[in-house]
C-alpha cells in the first residue's frame, strides 16, 4: 500500500517526485486540515452574519441556538441550500455562456464558431416548441439561444422552467408543482434562496430545503442546455478510443493540458493545434500533444478523442512530469496551487476567464470573436515555454490505459438501434426485464481527499458491475475508471457478472465498432448528467414505470464540489437514489438529515444516503436495484 492516499500507480510516482523536490501537494496539505473541526464537519456553525461563527454547544445554557436564535435545524438547511446555490451558479453560468456564444453564432457575430450538429439542433428545438419548417439552421438556433436566455431573467412566477418542462416527465413535473419547487427564472431562483436563508429569514428547515430544491432544479436546467447547446455547436459525442493515465503526456511532444469546464476555449484550442505542429517542430518537439483534465478535458474527450491526463486530485502531479509546457485553464475546479507547483517547472499556466484569476499566473483574456486567434496564441505560448523545458526534470510515469468513451444518448441510442432498430431503448428495458442486468449505476462526481483518490470510485464500480449492473459514468468519476484501465473492453471480461456479460456480448456483436464496448458508458462532463436522466426519462417511460420506480441509483463516491451539492439535490428531487460516499455536512442536525435521507423518499422517490465504505455502499445500491425491480414485477 502507498504512503499516500491514491490507489493510482502513475500518481504515486509523481508524490515521490514532489516529495523530493520539497513541493507539498493537495495530499500534503489535506492531511494538515486534520483533525477537522466537528461543528463544520457536521454543519452546525453558521457564518452567515457577522455575529458569529455561532456554534450549536448544546451543553452550555444558551448555547443551543445561535446568537440570533438559529436552532442546528437552521442552521444545517440553510448551510446546505447555499451550496446547492453555488453549485447552480456555477452550471448555469456556463450555461448560459455557451447560451451567448450560439446567439452570437447564429447572428454572424463570431466567425470562428458555427452550428455542427444540424440533426442535434432539429432535436432541441422540437422538444423546446422552436418552429423549425422551412428555417434555416442559424435562424432556428437563433431562437433556442434565446429560449436558452430566457431561462435566466424570466420573473414571472406563473411560468416554468422550459428545459425543465420540455424534458420531464408529466407526473414528475405535477410533484414539483404541487411542492412548489417547479422553478421559473434561474437568476430569480437563485436571489430567492440566498434573500430565504439571510439572518432574520426564513428558520423553517422544510421550507428552506424546499427552496433549495428549486434552485437544484435550475442546476440541472442549466445543465441541459449547456449539454444541449454545447452539442449543437461542436458536435454530440461518438464513440471514440484514446488512452488516459500521466503517460498520455508526451516527452518529445509540446504538451497543453486543458482544464476546467467550458468547452469554448478548448474547442478552439484542439481545432488549432491540428494546423500548428509545424510550428511545434520548428521549435524542435514532434509535435504538439493536448490532454484534458477535470470536466473541460471530458468535453474534449467525447467530441474529439483528446486523452485524459488525470482527474481533479491528482491536477498538480500533471505539472509535477516537468513535461507540461502549459495549462490552459477555464472555470471550475482549478487549484490555486497549480502556480506554485508550476514554479518548480517551466510550466505556464494560462487562466483565460475574467472570473478565474491566479496570482502570478499568465491571464490571456479570451475573447469568443477572436476565438482561432486567441486559441493559436495560446498555443504559440506553450511552444515558447516548450524551448525552455529543462529535459533533466523530466520524468514522465509509463502508464496509460485504454479508454473507450464518447457515449452521448444518442451515440448509445445508435448502438442499441442495431439490436432493437425500431424501438432502441429496449434493449436496455428487456435486459432488465429479463434479469439479465438488475438496473443502472451512475457513477458520478468529484474526488475528494478526505478519503483515498480513486479507491471508492472504482471498487464501487467493481462491486456493481460483478452484480450485474449496466454502469454510466461522467465527471472525475469517469476518469477515475479511466486511468485505472476499467472503461474498455478488457475490463468486461474482467470484471462484469455473467448477465452483464451477455448484455455485452449481445451489444458487441452488433454495435459496428473496431472495439468492444467498455465497462461503462462514459457520457461526459458534469453538465452532461443531464444526458443520463434524459436516459432514465425514456426508460421509464418505455417500463410503464414513474421515474421514482426505474431500477437506476446514483453514486458519488467522493463527492466535493458545491455543483455535487446540487446535482445529487436535483436527482433526489427526480426520483433517484443517491449515494455520497462522505458524511455530509446536514448530520448535525437529526432533523434536517431525516428529511434528505429519509422523508424525501416519501416526496419525490429519491433520498441521499451517506456511506464512505465502498463495500456497504455497494451491498445498500443493489439492495435498492433489487427492491426496485421486486416491487416492479408485484
Ligand atoms: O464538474 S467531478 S471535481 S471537475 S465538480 Fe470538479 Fe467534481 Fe471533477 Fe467537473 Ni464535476
Ligand atoms: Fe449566528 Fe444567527 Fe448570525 Fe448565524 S445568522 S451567525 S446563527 S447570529
Known sequence: ???????????????????????????????????????????????????????????????????????????????????IAGGAAAHSDHGREIAETLLHTAEGKLKDYQVTDVDKLMYVAKNIGVETEGRDANAIAKDVASAALAEFGRINEAEELTWLKSYAPENTLNIWRKTTVMPSGINLSLAKLLHQTHVGNDSDPVNIIFGGLKVALCDIDGQHLATDLSDILFGTGVPVVTEANLGAIKADKVNIAVHGHNPLLSQMVVKAAKGMQDEAKAAGATGINLVGICCTGNEVLMREGVAIATNFATQELAVMTGAMDAMVVDVQCIMPSLRSAAECFHTKIVTTSPIMKIPGSYHYAFDEARAMDS?????????????????AKVSIPNITNKVVAGFSLEAMLNIFKKVNPDNPIRVIADAIESGEIKGIAALIGCNNLKGTHDQNHTAIAQELAKNDVLLLAGGCSAQAHALAGMMNGEAVQQYAGEGLKKFYARLNAASGLTTDLPLMFHMGSCVDYSRMQVLVNMLAAEMGLDNSEVPYVVSAPEAMSEKAVAIGAWNVAYGNPTHVGVIAPTVGSQLVNDVVTKIAEDVFGGYFFWEPDAAKASARLIDILEERNWKNVM
Open 1 to 83: 500500500m502507498s504512503e499516500y492516499k491514491t490507489i493510482d500507480v502513475a500518481a504515486t510516482q509523481m508524490l515521490d517526485k514532489a516529495k523530493e523536490i520539497g513541493f507539498l501537494t493537495t495530499f500534503d496539505r489535506a492531511k494538515a486540515q486534520e483533525p477537522r473541526c466537528t461543528f463544520g464537519n457536521t454543519g452546525i456553525c453558521c457564518r452567515i452574519c457577522l455575529q458569529g461563527p455561532c456554534r450549536i454547544l448544546p451543553k452550555k445554557p444558551g448555547g443551543n441556538k445561535g446568537v440570533c436564535g438559529a436552532a442546528d435545524y437552521t442552521i444545517v438547511a440553510r448551510n446546505t441550500v447555499r451550496y
Open 375 to 391: 486559441a493559436k496564441e495560446i498555443i504559440r505560448l506553450a511552444i515558447d515555454a516548450y524551448k525552455a523545458r529543462d529535459k
